[in-house]
């Protein structure tokens, strides 16, 4: 808190910070604070500032606590497993997008703040504080943990954007809680506005204190077209956004409300056995000096400045399987495997692999003795350029490590962002074809 009063700036997973243009001068890496946790304390969903999305996505606790929508709106924030394993929580709230689908769904789980401050502990809810987070911060205020009060009955989210995979040209996030037969909550956000998500509170009121009609979440859809400051850019009009709007939030409420009324509860997919995850090992303040880290079996020792990303020291010992591709962990290629779990090495300080083990694709196997997927991929004709081949067979193996008996959809999932240049089905059949053979 002392350094952060001092304007150190707080960093998490980095992906929103070490991607932007943004110079900051200072880094305090909280990777070693311990607070990655996900945990249910009084029926409330209590999760650690530094929680990544896909560790949502992967938590049985926050289906049930959520109504499913944290976990959907994780990975819509990020089409790339990859990227969602090192954002932050947080990170999203403090440094997101005007679009962010997951501060959206904090804003309509009534998601409280918990900020450690060197005045005094604040607790702020996500109604205050995702408009305007440095007025919590301001000081020296590092985001502790996020909490969410009790579980919707209901929840959906809408989302409309150019593809899957590109952010949302707006969206809708509700959810909804009956007393008896009559809804006694409604939280309404969407994004898409001239400023960050926003919920539409007369549109909320609205529909409170009824049954939930068609004829009322009509009403209450051209509310949110009324009220809403929507944006107007180069990807779509104010106006565009607005007739969007409507037919989203009609969705959205429809959805939210039946579920609700069903009580219908959360599905929770097949979930990836836990990974072992250590943090960094602690460092004093770091300039420059000497990491030692496990590379491909064998030790390694290089020196680094604080600033210097796990790509650039590797391709400056000579391993070069890890590519420099956007520098914005934008397509994957630079892919490696920290203690097992795929990350983007462009975005990833050096000194967060102190003591840790990295695999790249050097690692896995020889032109003389191939590992398997090497060799079904080379088979299946997967190479497709190249570039790419590094990571997705890397991340293939995370995959299987975790998951022997992979299904289409799950392969699919875990390949999604590690390719720019083409399509992934003869990737996803190497990968599937691979775990026949483990199999046998």
């Known amino acids: 808190m002392e350094l952060a009063a001092q304007g150190v700036v707080p960093l998490g997973g980095g992906t929103r910070l070490l991607a932007s243009a943004r110079e900051v001068p200072n880094l305090l890496d909280l990777v070693g604070l311990g607070l990655s946790t996900v945990q249910?304390?009084?029926?409330d969903l209590v999760i650690g500032a530094t929680t990544?999305?896909?560790d949502l996505v992967e938590s049985p606790l926050v289906y049930p606590a959520t109504a499913g929508l944290l976990p959907l709106a994780c990975r819509t924030a990020a089409a790339s497993r990859t990227i969602r394993g090192?954002?932050?929580?947080?990170?999203?709230a403090v440094q997101g997008d005007p679009d962010g689908e997951v501060a959206a769904a904090l804003l309509v789980l009534n998601a409280v703040f918990v900020v450690a401050h060197p005045q005094e502990p604040r607790e702020s809810p996500a109604l205050r504080f995702l408009?305007?987070?440095s007025a919590d911060l301001e000081g020296g205020g590092v985001v502790q943990t996020v909490m969410i009060p009790g579980a919707p009955h209901g929840a959906a989210l809408e989302r409309a954007a150019a593809?899957?995979?590109?952010p949302p040209l707006m969206s809708v996030a509700v959810t909804t809680t009956f007393s008896g037969e009559r809804l006694s909550r409604v939280r309404l956000a969407v994004t898409g506005l001239e400023g960050r998500p926003a919920r539409i509170i007369e549109?909320?009121?609205h529909v409170e204190r009824t049954a939930g009609d068609d004829e009322v979440l009509r009403e209450a859809a051209e509310c949110v077209a009324r009220e809403g400051r929507f944006r107007e850019d180069a990807r779509a009009s104010a106006d565009q956004r607005r007739k969007l709007a409507t037919v989203l939030t009609l969705r959205a409420l429809r959805s939210a409300v039946e579920r609700g009324k069903r009580r219908e509860p959360a599905q929770v997919p097949r979930l990836r056995s836990p990974t072992s995850r250590r943090a960094a090992a602690p460092l004093p303040y770091f300039t420059s000096g000497r990491l030692e880290l496990k590379v491909n079996g064998r030790k390694l020792r290089a020196?680094?400045?604080?600033r210097t990303t796990l790509l650039d020291l590797l391709r400056?010992?000579?391993i070069f399987g890890a590519k420099s591709g956007c520098g914005a962990g934008r397509c994957g290629a630079c892919t490696v495997l920290l203690d097992g779990r795929p990350v983007a090495s462009c975005m990833t300080l050096a000194v967060r692999a102190q003591g840790q083990t990295v695999l790249t694709i050097e690692g896995l196997g020889t032109s003389e003795r191939p590992h398997l997927l090497q060799k079904v991929f080379a088979d299946a004709g997967a190479v497709q350029c190249g570039f790419c081949t590094p990571a997705l067979v890397l991340g293939a193996r995370a995959l299987l490590d975790a998951v022997p008996d992979p299904t289409e959809e799950e392969v699919r999932e875990a390949l999604t962002g590690l390719c720019r240049c083409t399509g992934y089905a003869k990737p996803t059949a190497a990968v599937i074809e691979a775990a026949s053979r483990r199999g046998r």
């Open 86 to 92: 090192m954002a932050t929580l947080a990170g999203e």
């Open 40 to 43: 249910v304390e009084d029926e």
């Open 203 to 205: 549109a909320e009121a």
């Open 52 to 54: 990544t999305l896909q």
């Open 131 to 133: 408009r305007d987070p």
């Open 163 to 166: 593809l899957p995979s590109l």
């Open 303 to 306: 020196e680094a400045e604080a």
């Open 316 to 318: 400056g010992t000579g």
